[in-house]
């Protein structure tokens, strides 16, 4: 539901290319009601089903809008070569392994930083998934990567993703503007802020849901 840092592209990998071993992408992390795991050949047609929607697509810069099964086996591919860096998840459901959308970490600034991007299917949302799916994967990334501080953003009018990163310890640091490929333009978006010290005291996330 944030404007997401899984950047997707109509053109493929090169044809060289070997996927990484699972263990070096994505490790599994879990949370109370959901799996984050590395996305597999066989998400593809849940990926598209869900985000082939306008209302899913227009909250988020970088989903283009028809999103087709192909478009999803190519963003598969492209995490399994390790194009898309070491910490790609589809979120999924614990008990009914359902998949409910996706999540990531980028590292920027020289990994100084982390960039954080989410997206749930609109069946999934008002339900806290988001939040917790965010958590979990904040957790990890300031425990593996080392970082000072994890960026997120959204659309100025996503205002349940707002809420999600507010929830979460972020701090507003301002406007800007970004592409959305499914609207074709440039829309306003809103710049957020978690540092490791703010982080270190709410890790518990005692009464942050």
């Not at 999540?103 to 008002?126: F, M, S, V």
């Not at 994890?150 to 659309?155: A, E, S, V």
Request: charged residues 20%; hydrophobic residues 40%; aromatic residues 8%.
């Amino acid at each position: 539901m944030q404007s997401p840092i899984l950047k997707e592209s109509q053109s493929g990998f090169p044809s060289d290319a070997r996927p990484l071993p699972q263990e070096l992408l994505s490790p599994q992390l879990q949370s109370e009601r959901l799996t984050l795991r590395a996305p597999e050949t066989a998400d593809a047609h849940a990926i598209a089903h869900l985000a082939n929607n306008i209302n899913v697509a227009a909250k988020l810069s970088r989903m283009p809008h028809p999103y087709t099964v192909a478009d999803a086996a190519n963003f598969i591919a492209r995490v399994a070569s390790g194009e898309m860096g070491k910490c790609v998840y589809v979120v999924t459901r614990t008990d009914t392994r359902t998949l409910l959308g996706g999540c990531a970490l980028e590292q920027t600034d020289g990994g100084r930083g982390l960039e954080i991007g989410y997206w749930l299917g609109e069946p999934y949302w008002n339900r806290g998934l988001a939040t917790e799916a965010a958590q979990t994967l904040i957790d990890h990334g300031f425990h593996t990567f080392g970082a000072d501080y994890i960026d997120g953003r959204c659309l100025v009018m996503n205002t349940a993703s707002r809420r999600v990163l507010q929830k979460c310890g972020f701090q507003f640091q301002g406007t800007g503007m970004a592409s959305s490929l499914a609207l074709g333009g440039r829309v306003s978006v809103e710049w957020f802020r978690l540092d490791r010290k703010t982080w270190d005291s709410l890790r518990h996330w005692g009464g942050a849901r």
